[in-house]
Structures are given as structure tokens and as C-alpha cells.
């Protein structure tokens, strides 16, 4: 069977510990988004916030080829109640409309519009419900819920 690929940003690295269990139960190949001007802690909440509100996109400095691949797991953390901006460049520079997208993402508290936004903006073969992680999940019954999730949508 073809690999799954896990396409991710984190900022603060706290995604990437989702992106870690996932790759360990799917044995998928991973792709960080990074970007030509990548944001910082600072820039995240005053340019980001800017950002967030016009849809912006902002470029991607690494390429991937993804004719490899029809399953992708697509994830980042919330900004602004709605998906991190790299995000939105990765779904709009990548053909996906033959790929079956498994989204991910991370939050504090609120996931505001983030994945009405990312169904509606996300053009794909088919989109499968979200695996959802809180940051209390992040601290305590991380690998359960990604198991859980990943029985749900994935290996079903
Ligand atoms: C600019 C910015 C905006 C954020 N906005 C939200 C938000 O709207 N709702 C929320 O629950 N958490 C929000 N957070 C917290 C992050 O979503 C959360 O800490 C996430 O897990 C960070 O992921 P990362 O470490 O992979 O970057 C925000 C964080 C940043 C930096």
C-alpha cells in the first residue's frame, strides 16, 4: 500500500507532537510547510493577526511532489481562531482534488472557524472529519486520541 504523507506547520513545536504519533501509527512520509519569510513568536500575533483576516498566503520556500500520494494528513495550530496562514498556502498552491485529506489541527481552548474554513477553502477528492487536539489533550492522552481518531477515519 502507497505511504500516507503528513503535511504540518508549528510554530512553537506543539503540533509537531501530534505529527510524531501520527507518523509512528502510519508510518507516513512527513513535510514541513516552511516559509521564504517564516514568522516568529512576535510576528505570529500582530502580522499573522493581519494575516488571518485577508486569507493571505503567504510563500512557501520548499517544493514537494505529492503525485506519490492520494492520502494526506494536513495540520497546524489555530491563529486566530481559524487555521494558521501557511496552511491556507498549502491548499491553494497544491492541486489536492484527487487526494483523500485527513485534516489535523491544535488549539488552546477555541478552534474557532478553523475547520468550516479549511472544508469550504480546501479543494479535495474528499475530506475526512478532523482530529481535534486541545491543549489539554497535548499534556495528557495524546497517543489515545490520535489512535482513536486515526481507527475512525483512516483504517476503517
Ligand atoms: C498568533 C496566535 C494566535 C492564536 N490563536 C488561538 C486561537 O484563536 N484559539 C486557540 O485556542 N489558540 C490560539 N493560539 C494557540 C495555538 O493555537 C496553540 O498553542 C497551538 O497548539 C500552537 O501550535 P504550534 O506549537 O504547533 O505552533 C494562538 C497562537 C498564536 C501564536
Given at each position: 500500500?502507497a505511504?500516507?504523507?503528513?503535511?504540518?506547520?508549528?510554530?512553537?513545536?506543539?503540533?509537531?507532537?501530534?505529527?510524531?504519533?501520527?507518523?509512528k501509527f502510519?508510518?507516513?512520509?512527513?513535510?514541513?510547510?516552511e516559509?521564504?519569510?517564516?514568522?516568529?513568536?512576535?510576528?505570529?500575533?500582530?502580522?499573522?493577526?493581519?494575516?488571518?483576516?485577508?486569507?493571505?498566503?503567504?510563500?512557501?520556500?520548499?517544493?514537494?511532489?505529492?503525485?506519490?500520494?492520494?492520502?494526506?494528513?494536513?495540520?497546524?495550530?489555530?491563529?486566530?481562531f481559524?487555521?494558521?496562514?501557511?496552511?491556507?498556502?498549502?491548499?491553494?498552491?497544491y492541486?489536492?482534488?484527487?487526494?483523500?485529506?485527513?485534516?489535523?489541527?491544535?488549539?488552546?481552548?477555541?478552534?474557532?472557524?478553523?475547520?468550516?474554513?479549511f472544508?469550504?477553502?480546501?479543494?479535495?477528492?474528499?475530506?475526512?472529519k478532523?482530529?481535534?487536539?486541545?491543549?489539554a489533550?497535548?499534556?495528557?492522552?495524546?497517543?489515545?486520541?490520535?489512535?482513536?481518531?486515526?481507527?475512525?477515519?483512516?483504517?476503517?
Amino acid at each position: 500500500m502507497a505511504k500516507p504523507l503528513i503535511v504540518y506547520y508549528s510554530l512553537g513545536r506543539k503540533t509537531k507532537k501530534v505529527v510524531d504519533i501520527l507518523q509512528k501509527f502510519t508510518n507516513a512520509d512527513i513535510y514541513e510547510i516552511e516559509l521564504e519569510k517564516p514568522y516568529t513568536k512576535l510576528t505570529a500575533y500582530t502580522i499573522g493577526l493581519g494575516h488571518c483576516k485577508t486569507g493571505y498566503e503567504p510563500p512557501i520556500k520548499n517544493e514537494i511532489d505529492l503525485s506519490a500520494y492520494d492520502k494526506i494528513f494536513i495540520g497546524g495550530p489555530t491563529w486566530w481562531f481559524t487555521y494558521a496562514p501557511p496552511i491556507n498556502s498549502f491548499i491553494k498552491k497544491y492541486d489536492l482534488t484527487d487526494k483523500i485529506i485527513y485534516p489535523f489541527g491544535t488549539a488552546t481552548s477555541n478552534f474557532g472557524s478553523y475547520f468550516e474554513r479549511f472544508n469550504k477553502e480546501c479543494k479535495a477528492k474528499e475530506i475526512k472529519k478532523p482530529l481535534k487536539i486541545l491543549r489539554a489533550t497535548l499534556n495528557k492522552g495524546l497517543e489515545e486520541a490520535v489512535k482513536s481518531w486515526l481507527n475512525e477515519e483512516y483504517n476503517k
